[in-house]
């Protein structure tokens, strides 16, 4: 093709987009392009987008048919995707002329961009890890469903009122959603309660039934998800709860319309709202009937799949690697030996060598209080079946320890699928292990620890089964669309190679010492800046001076995250300036973001602490605005497109050996944020890639802060013997930040003093001297940029298209799958797209 036909064929492109928007306003949103909102225009641009995106991904379904490859299937309680347009545009390399068609319609395509409400369907770093996920894999085209819950309310939306955490509930779906397709015809059934019976089969065999007391339909919604600049587009499979068709009308014929709709919505609530606690295992019956739920359907959606192209589900396991994204989902373990046994007819040794060859688990998490176990009574009551064959799994389990490990009682109580120290429990973290072939931790230092304590027994049992994949985020989300001019500076200087081989990025190196170079890339970060000082005086009137250096922590509120030793940090410098109003201390925003448990006492009394501190010294004359403190209510997916591309100073300041990786201390640095942290989850990694003499190394590490604890750890020791310290808790005692109120902080002020479990005190002097020279590295505008620039250029590593990678090769022995184009888009006959010949319907996954 020649220029002019280039041209031609893109100014008729554009036409058809501009056709599609019309198309979509009168036909789909029923309204006239006068009377059309700003959220139908969005819901116009955005089906127009998803017709082109069909197209690809029945293009991949058939590739898929014709040649079947394995599948991963990744089951998540969570999937935190944040917005689809803008990223389902990159990905399809369709922003620019999405964005002339828009413009030339009289649309602001940035402004619909914005108007999307994101799926808050996560609560943090778990979730979002999933979602990376998911775009790695599209992106490396490796075929992929995502399976979890499309809970109609997702994560609460967080106000700030009086300094306070307020929790909305969090309505997403409300405007529509343009992105999901609701797949009624592969529907699922699910049962619960009830009880088994022994029957004998057809070659008198002894068999087991399992008759549940009720019975909830699964119904899919599917998101498609495509890579980047691939023809690959794999799906985001949701089960919502309904309730059965053929539900009983008993009470409908004898007059009871209400006990009937009652039952109707009670097998609504299983997916009507995901549970906001981050790490931090609640134990209610509700949560376990939502995890078995989606984790029933998708084995059962799988068993469909398979025995379309298969006689049988004896390789499984050759279609299919399905990874548990945390225990969430271990009921997978005894869900899928039933269907294979109870359904399928197969006997104990060959369902458990097919359940064990699918499976793999990912464990996340070393805190005590997150590890998921069931009260036995609650367990029987809604999976009888289930009980009956963890007990089996667990027998042959200990045998095999037994014989392994002669006479040691303690192991086999401390591995044994039942906790019977005192009431008894299901360990679903020990079913996990048991019940599949490999168990991952999410970062080197992480992995370290499952091994050498969490996990010691298992590593002991099973050599190499417990490996390690460290976590990574999706460049396209957290460079290319969150951060564009970032992105435009770094094609101009390297190309565009980095956006799938971020490792590319390490030819940036050589530019860190090129004085132009630099200048641009201040010049990015400061108009990044600009942005959101703007916007914080919109919205807030606090004035922000945009050459502060930015200091930012936004994640989960968590005591193990340590926003408190941040704040003690904000006070110390407070009173500094306060005794010596002539003392050089560079001027900083602190930036707060993050959500509390609504249950979490102390999580959301150091949000106050937070409020109540940037009240005071935001407003302290004396201060003349060199700190100001700035809390950003609701931080989700959207709101970390504006944070990391803004931050020069990244926290990431967790007790050594609590944070399991990490995925916020990634986005950071990629966007040319340094990190001031302990050695914690990927810090560790992330420090080693970027080289010691980039990062701000502080604290105890892990293996300090067990004998500091072991030793018996006196936190009033470290408050008696520093002056500062004791200043800033005394005056957060004394009422300076709370009117006076000597109450409101003393439940935190009190569990730091008398037992601070986290260490902060331990740590504090040690992170105040790490801030000043932070501080001073800062006035240094060169020497800072080009730690920026080497923190950019070196985080290849922290890709998930790597992490994918590993997972392919370490775990789940999958290949990449490249889809060709071979179904027409285009209706040349009034035809859709042209039928393949054996498109088969039930063939659709
Ligand atoms: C990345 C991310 C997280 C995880 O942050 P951490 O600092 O790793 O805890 C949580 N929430 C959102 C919205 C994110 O994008």
């Known amino acids: 093709m020649d220029l002019k036909q280039k041209e031609d064929s893109r100014k008729e492109r554009i036409q058809k987009l501009k056709r599609g928007f019309a198309y979509n306003i009168f036909y789909r949103q029923g309204v006239t392009q006068k009377t059309a909102s700003l959220n139908d225009y969005y819901l116009a641009v955005a089906h127009t987008l998803r017709d082109r995106m069909q ?3 029945v293009n991949s379904v058939q590739a898929l048919l014709e040649k079947d490859s394995k599948i991963v299937c990744y089951l998540s309680a969570e999937f935190l995707t944040g917005p689809h347009l803008h990223n389902n545009l990159v990905n399809l390399g369709l922003y620019e002329e999405f964005e002339q068609a828009t413009r030339e319609t009289g649309l602001n395509l940035k402004e619909l961009i914005d108007l999307e409400e994101e799926p808050g369907l996560g609560n943090g770093g778990l979730g979002r890890l999933a979602a990376c996920y998911l775009d790695s894999l599209a992106s490396q085209q490796i075929p992929a469903i995502g399976y979890g819950i499309r ?126 606690n981050d ?80 499976l793999c688990y990912t464990n996340h998490t070393l805190l005590p209080e997150a590890m998921e176990k069931w009260q036995i009574e609650l367990f029987e009551d809604l999976l009888p079946r289930h009980l009956e064959i963890i007990y089996e799994i667990n027998n042959r389990f200990l045998d095999e320890v037994r014989i392994k490990f002669p006479g040691d009682a303690d192991r086999l109580s401390r591995m044994s699928i039942i906790d019977e120290s005192g009431p008894r429990y299901v360990r679903m973290a020990n079913l996990a292990c048991i019940g599949s072939k490999a168990i991952n931790g999410v970062a080197a230092m992480h992995t ?14 099973y050599p190499g089964k417990i490996r390690n994949v460290t976590n990574g985020v999706t460049p396209r989300r957290w460079i290319a669309v969150s951060n564009p001019r970032l992105t435009k500076l770094i094609c101009d200087a390297i190309g565009e190679q980095w956006i799938t081989r971020l490792d590319k990025l390490r030819d940036l190196e050589k530019l860190a010492d090129d004085t132009s170079f630099r200048d641009a890339w201040y010049k990015v970060k400061k108009e990044n800046k600009q942005d959101v000082a703007n916007l914080i005086l919109k919205k807030e009137h606090l004035q922000i001076d945009p050459e502060a250096m930015f200091d930012v922590q936004v994640k989960r509120i968590h005591e193990y995250k340590r926003q408190h030793l941040n ?6 410098l407070y009173n500094r300036i306060k005794a010596n109003p002539a003392i050089d201390v560079p001027p900083r925003l602190f930036v707060f973001g993050g959500k509390a448990a609504p249950g979490y006492f102390m999580a959301k ?36 497109h504006i944070v990391y591309p803004m931050t020069d100073l990244s926290e990431q300041i967790s007790q050594a050996g609590m944070e399991a990786s990490g995925t916020g201390n990634m986005k950071f640095s990629m966007n040319g944020a340094l990190t001031i942290g302990t050695l914690d989850g990927a810090n560790v990694e992330i420090r080693e890639e970027v080289g010691a003499e980039n990062f701000f190394l502080f604290g105890l590490n892990v293996d300090e802060v067990m004998s500091l604890q072991a030793s018996g750890y006196s936190p009033m020791d470290y408050y008696n013997s520093n002056d500062e310290l004791k200043q800033v808790i005394d005056l957060i005692a004394s009422g300076h930040f709370s009117g006076g109120d000597q109450e409101l902080f003393r439940p935190l002020v009190d569990s730091l003093l008398h037992e601070d479990k986290y260490t902060l005190f331990a740590d504090y002097k040690d992170y105040i001297n790490c801030q000043e020279r932070v501080g001073q590295t800062y006035q240094d505008r060169d020497c800072w940029t080009r730690m920026s620039i080497l923190n950019t ?53």
């Open 55 to 57: 197209h690809l991904f």
């Open 151 to 276: 809970y109609e309310y997702g994560m609460f939306d967080q106000e700030i009122a009086d300094g306070w955490q307020k929790e909305l509930s969090d309505c997403w779906l409300h405007p529509g959603n343009p992105w999901e397709i609701k797949k009624a015809d592969m529907a699922c059934d699910v049962g619960f309660g009830g009880h088994t019976e022994i029957y004998h089969g057809e070659h008198g065999n002894r068999r087991t039934r399992w008759i549940p007391a009720r019975v909830i339909t699964g119904v899919p919604y599917d998101t498609p998800i495509p890579g980047y600049k691939v023809n690959n587009v794999n799906v985001l499979r949701l089960w919502s709860a309904e309730a059965p068709t053929s539900f009983d009308f008993a009470d409908f014929n004898t007059g009871d319309y209400y006990g009937a709709v009652k039952d109707k919505i009670m097998a609504e609530t299983i997916t009507k709202v995901l549970y906001p």
């Open 279 to 358: 790490e931090q295992f609640q134990g209610k019956k509700l949560r376990l009937e939502q995890q078995f739920f989606f984790v029933s359907c998708s084995l059962q959606d799988m068993i469909r799949i398979h025995l379309h192209s298969n006689e049988s589900l004896d390789d499984l396991y050759d279609d299919f690697a399905a990874q548990l994204n945390d225990t969430h989902p271990s009921v997978a373990v005894p869900e899928l030996m039933r269907l294979l046994m109870d359904v399928h007819l197969y006997e104990w040794d060959k369902a458990w060598e097919i359940t064990k060859k699918t």
């Open 448 to 461: 370290d620890l499952l091994r050498r304590h969490t996990l010691a027994d298992w590593n002991t049992m």
């Open 567 to 572: 704040v003690l940090h904000i006070i110390t």
């Open 605 to 640: 009394r150091m949000i106050k602490l937070i409020t109540s501190v940037a009240q005071i010294i935001n407003n302290d004359p004396d201060i003349h605005g060199r700190i100001k403190i700035f809390f950003i209510p609701n931080y989700n997916v959207k709101i970390g």
């Open 793 to 845: 250029a070196r985080m290849g590593k922290f890709s998930s298209d790597r992490s994918i990678m590993d997972y392919s090769r370490k775990i789940w022995d999958v290949k990449a799958f490249p889809v060709e184009l071979k179904w027409e888009r285009l209706p040349k006959d009034g035809v859709l797209f042209t039928p393949p010949t054996n498109n088969k319907k039930e063939a659709q996954p």
